[in-house]
Structures are given as C-alpha cells and as structure tokens.
C-alpha cells in the first residue's frame, strides 16, 4: 500500500466535497423546476363552502406548438398563478382539448407542457376531435380515471355544495340512451340546490357552429332542463358567449331557466361569430381566456378573464334556484 500524504488526503477530501456539494444543489435545482412547473397540490373541497372552478375548450393545438409563444400558453400562464394561489381551486376542460386528433402524442406534446401543468386539478370532457382518435383512447389514456370509469365519457363530482356533471356530446344510439338513463338517475339521487353540466357541443350559440344540429344535444339539454339545473358550459365554436336563462324550449325564464356559457377560447384559433343568436346577453371572438366561476351555496358569481393584453369583460351574480 502506498503512503497517503495529508495533502492529498485533503484535496480528496475537497473534491469529494465539491462533488456532494454539486450533487445536493442539483436536487434542489430539480425541486425547484419541479415546483415552479406544476400547480400547488389539489386540496379536498370542503362540503358546503364556496369554491372557484375556471373553464374553457378547444384549448391546445398542435397545429401551432407548445411553445410560450403560442396561444394555448396564454391561457396556461392565466391560470397557474391563480391556482397556486387556491389549492381547492379546479379546471373544466371543455372538450377538443389537444388538437388535431386528440392522440395520445398530441396530448404529451401540446396539453402537457401548458394545461397539464394542472393536470390533477382538471376535470375532463372529451370533444369531436377526441373521437377522431378510434373511441377517443387518447383522451382516456391521458387523463386516465379522472375521465371517468368504463371509458364512456361521463360522470358526476360534487365541488362544494355544488354537483356537477361532465357530459359526453359525442354518443349516439345505445351509448347515449345508456347516458340519458345515468344522468337521469344520478340527478334523482343527488338532490341540490346548485348544479352544472359541460360538455362539448353547444345547444345555442353565435359561432359558425350554431345551434346544435343533432338531437343527442336536445336530449341532455331538456332531461337537464327539467332537473332545473343552473348552469351549462360548453366550447365547440371557438368563441365566449353567454346565454340567458333560457328553458328547454330555448325561451327566456329567470325563474327556473339554464344560463349557458359559451368558452371555446382555450388556446386553439378564435372563430368569427355570426349574428348574435336570442338571448345573447354578452359574446366576443378577439380574445383567448377563460371563464372563473365562484360556485357558491346559493348562487355562483362568473368574470371571463383574458390572456395579458387583453380588455374584454364580463362579469355578474346570480342566485340558484
């Protein structure tokens, strides 16, 4: 064995130092990076109490990158300080949420590095451009069962006194009258003051799209309509528009009517609406952002919120029935 000298036992010493050293600073690089990418955990919604959801669709496009530059990172930056700020806070994703295809590869490569940064804080609904993936498997692989169970596209949570239901626009024949027996029997168990339904494609709107034109839409609409539910969010026509109370007739009524909201304004290119339908009470095709909602005991408060450099308002109160 050959002698060591103190010299060089100290500089061994030193650059085994150095290199724990280097290694423990890049562990706390990677927590910090880690932190700053992805929202504050997801607390529990305490039952009864207020709480904040933000909704939008048609959100990131593959058509025009991931980058920070690119709408759908608008629309991310929006909301991650926001939900940092509120850990019981969550996200309605409003269907067409990773373009062209909703492939399994679009969803890790264009929602992932914006939207998903609060992925666990999302629920969920498939659009038209899920299913052009054969059954949408895309979609479910993505978000796994925070899509709900069975792969069908549908399911209920309650977010403080509030229920609410992701719905599937895209069903037709067995699967949808399968639906229509679900959310039928779910809204005769779950009794509430307040609840809301989303999904996709839109029952009235100003955007090309127009009003719905297949009859699975009027089916959800008037099953929810007789519940007497308050409020319905969709996307579909890439624009915000809100309805007023309208029954299941599409007629104006204060009393027991469902505000619907149009927010396809997530990150994918805006649509130029047509003439403003019946009972358009506020709409715009300028500009990307999302819709906050306060759901609260008795009634929900809404605001939109555009991306920076953005100026277009609207905001309100209303009571529950």
């Given at each position: 064995?050959?002698?060591?000298?103190?010299?060089?036992?100290?500089?061994?010493?030193?650059?085994?130092?150095?290199v724990?050293?280097?290694?423990?600073?890049?562990?706390?690089?990677?927590?910090?990076?880690t932190?700053?990418?992805?929202?504050?955990?997801?607390?529990?919604?305490t039952?009864?109490?207020?709480?904040?959801?933000?909704?939008?669709g048609?959100?990131?496009?593959?058509?025009?990158?991931?980058?920070?530059?690119y709408?759908?990172?608008?629309?991310?930056d929006?909301l991650?300080?926001?939900?940092?700020?509120d850990?019981?806070?969550?996200?309605?994703?409003?269907?067409?949420?990773?373009?062209?295809?909703g492939?399994l590869?679009e969803?890790?490569?264009?929602y992932?590095p914006?939207w998903?940064?609060?992925?666990d804080?999302?629920?969920p609904?498939p659009?038209?451009?899920?299913?052009q993936?054969?059954?949408?498997?895309?979609y479910?692989?993505?978000?796994?069962?925070?899509?709900?169970?069975?792969?069908?596209?549908?399911?209920r949570?309650q977010?403080?006194a509030w229920q609410?239901?992701?719905l599937?626009?895209?069903?037709k024949?067995?699967?949808?009258?399968?639906?229509?027996?679900?959310?039928?029997?779910?809204?005769?168990?779950?009794?509430?003051?307040?609840?809301?339904?989303y999904?996709?494609?839109p029952m009235?709107?100003?955007?090309?799209?127009?009003?719905s034109k297949?009859?699975?839409?009027?089916e959800l609409?008037n099953?929810?309509?007789?519940a007497?539910?308050?409020l319905?969010?969709?996307?579909?026509?890439h624009?915000?528009?809100?309805f007023?109370?309208?029954?299941?007739?599409?007629q104006?009524?204060?009393?027991?009517?469902?505000?619907?909201?149009?927010?396809?304004?997530?990150?994918?290119?805006?649509?130029?609406m047509?003439?403003?339908?019946?009972n358009?009470?506020?709409?715009?095709d300028?500009?990307?952002?999302v819709l906050?909602?306060v759901?609260k005991?008795d009634?929900?408060?809404?605001?939109?919120?555009?991306?920076?450099g953005?100026?277009?308002?609207?905001s309100?109160s209303?009571?529950c029935?």
């Amino acid at each position: 064995m050959f002698p060591i000298s103190k010299a060089s036992l100290s500089l061994f010493c030193g650059l085994l130092c150095s290199v724990a050293g280097m290694a423990q600073a890049t562990e706390q690089k990677a927590a910090q990076n880690t932190a700053q990418n992805t929202a504050q955990t997801a607390t529990q919604p305490t039952p009864g109490a207020s709480l904040t959801v933000y909704a939008a669709g048609d959100i990131a496009d593959c058509r025009y990158g991931p980058g920070p530059v690119y709408p759908v990172a608008k629309t991310a930056d929006l909301l991650f300080p926001l939900l940092q700020q509120d850990s019981a806070a969550r996200v309605l994703a409003l269907g067409d949420n990773a373009y062209q295809k909703g492939s399994l590869a679009e969803y890790n490569h264009c929602y992932q590095p914006t939207w998903g940064k609060f992925k666990d804080r999302t629920h969920p609904s498939p659009g038209n451009h899920e299913y052009q993936t054969p059954d949408a498997q895309g979609y479910f692989d993505y978000f796994g069962a925070a899509a709900g169970p069975d792969k069908r596209g549908y399911y209920r949570v309650q977010l403080g006194a509030w229920q609410v239901y992701s719905l599937n626009s895209n069903l037709k024949d067995l699967a949808q009258q399968q639906q229509l027996a679900w959310l039928k029997q779910e809204l005769a168990n779950n009794p509430a003051r307040c609840a809301l339904a989303y999904w996709h494609h839109p029952m009235f709107s100003s955007g090309p799209h127009g009003n719905s034109k297949s009859k699975n839409v009027p089916e959800l609409w008037n099953l929810l309509a007789a519940a007497k539910v308050d409020l319905i969010l969709n996307g579909h026509d890439h624009h915000y528009e809100r309805f007023a109370a309208q029954d299941a007739n599409g007629q104006t009524d204060s009393a027991d009517g469902m505000v619907q909201f149009v927010v396809g304004t997530g990150g994918s290119g805006l649509y130029e609406m047509k003439a403003l339908k019946k009972n358009s009470k506020a709409a715009q095709d300028k500009e990307l952002g999302v819709l906050k909602l306060v759901l609260k005991e008795d009634g929900f408060d809404w605001q939109f919120l555009p991306v920076a450099g953005g100026s277009f308002a609207d905001s309100g109160s209303q009571a529950c029935h």
